[in-house]
């Protein structure tokens, strides 16, 4: 249980690219890297404008002299610092996640991306290749897969509770715009625009969340072919889609559905995950995150709580409060930061990092450029059957 006392021995000196005055995901990323204080804000290019960013970076406490007009500046400033950062964040728009993070990377800095890492799989591939030389870690902030329910369904899976797994039906599908709200809303509009979102829009920005999910719950199911369609029912938005259903077969005999929308009108996430097996399911819905749903065959349904006695060991080690009060994305996404911490510190010791440790690495972030692709590749010729390339 987390009850204050250090994983790492001191703080790593941070910086962020984008994430400024307004920001919801750079909120998010600040609030989970110095809830537990395993990160210090020492310098921020935050702000395409400069003089905005300096003024939100001196709110936030950052130097003047370390608050940059551009990433380039920050990057090459901090390389040159006896104390410069040791780790970036890329907070920033999808087209400009590859060369940020290679150019960090170059500087021995280590990465904390959004997702997708990249817009496509050769270049995820180099980035992951090059950290590897550098013994440099790639966090991707897959932020939902560090609660202690994910925890808890990847052990019953592992214990054999469920049988062999069958099914895996996966969802994120929300309604928020089911109309042209990009138009009036200049952060929703690049995620609609092919120059900086890139090949897809629900499909690369919502569903490679429960496909990580699901990969975190089951990581030894293998994608051996898929079929897509995707739609722009907000025609506007065309030829990025904003509703998609994914069919997925895998090795070994087991069958996936992914539908991802950005226009299901009413629903606010619906963000769930169900995995269904030879002798019971598992199912969880981010809008009820505590929460993990267990039915076995011929038995009343159970719901696992988190903070339990009766939960896994690894579903339990980073409980924060107990079991009975709630935690939500905050505490995921603080998880997260804490265990990009570990590994960082193990990098910068030269020393492996612990077998046990979970995150959202390089390899991640290839994997779910590599279903975005293969996704894409089979909706544009017509919603084919493609073999997992």
């Not at 990377?105 to 550098?134: S, W």
């Not at 889609?241 to 009108?265: C, R």
């Not at 606010?268 to 097996?277: A, D, E, L, N, T």
Request: hydrophobic fraction near 40%; include cysteine.
């Amino acid at each position: 249980m987390i009850d204050g006392t250090r994983k790492t021995i001191r703080a790593l000196r941070w910086g962020m690219v984008g994430g400024g005055r307004g920001s919801q995901i750079g909120y998010i990323h600040r609030s989970a890297a110095l809830r537990d204080r395993y990160f210090d804000l020492k310098a921020g290019a935050l702000d395409l404008d400069a003089a905005r960013g300096a003024a939100f970076a001196a709110d936030l406490g950052v130097e003047r002299d370390r608050t940059y007009p551009d990433w380039r500046a920050m990057i090459a400033a901090e390389a040159a610092r006896e104390d410069g950062i040791e780790v970036i964040t890329v907070a920033t728009p999808n087209n400009t996640h590859y060369e940020i993070s290679k150019a960090a990377l170059q500087a021995g800095m280590h990465v904390i991306c959004e997702k997708p890492l990249c817009f496509t799989t050769a270049e995820a591939k180099e980035l992951q290749a090059l950290a590897k030389a550098r013994g440099r870690v790639i966090g991707v902030t897959y932020g939902y897969s560090c609660y202690q329910t994910i925890e808890e369904a990847r052990a019953l899976v592992a214990s054999g509770a469920l049988g062999k797994v069958r099914l895996v039906n996966l969802q994120f599908a929300h309604g928020f715009h089911s109309a042209p709200v990009e138009e009036e809303n200049p952060a929703i509009k690049w995620r609609v625009d092919p120059k900086f979102a890139g090949p897809s829009y629900v499909l690369g920005d919502l569903a490679t969340h429960p496909l990580y999910l699901s990969e975190v719950i089951c990581p030894d199911l293998r994608i051996r072919r898929l079929m897509c369609a995707r739609q722009s029912f907000v025609a506007s938005r065309a030829p990025l889609e904003d509703n998609a259903v994914t069919l997925m077969e895998y090795e070994g005999g087991a069958f996936g559905t992914v539908w991802t929308s950005a226009v299901n009108a009413g629903a606010m996430h619906s963000q769930k995950v169900r995995i269904v097996g030879e002798k019971a399911s598992i199912e969880w819905w981010d809008e009820f995150p505590n929460q993990l749903r267990y039915e076995v065959q011929g038995e009343p349904p159970r719901i696992l709580d988190r903070g339990m006695d009766y939960l896994n060991p690894a579903a339990r080690a980073d409980d924060r409060i107990g079991g009975g009060h709630p935690e939500g994305l905050f505490e995921s996404w603080a998880t997260m930061y804490e265990r990009f911490a570990r590994a960082i510190e193990a990098a910068n010791e030269g020393r492996a990092p612990d077998p046990a440790l979970r995150y959202p690495d390089a390899a991640a972030g290839v994997a779910g450029v590599r279903w975005v692709e293969n996704c894409v590749r089979s909706a544009d010729a017509g919603g084919i059957w493609v073999d997992y390339a």
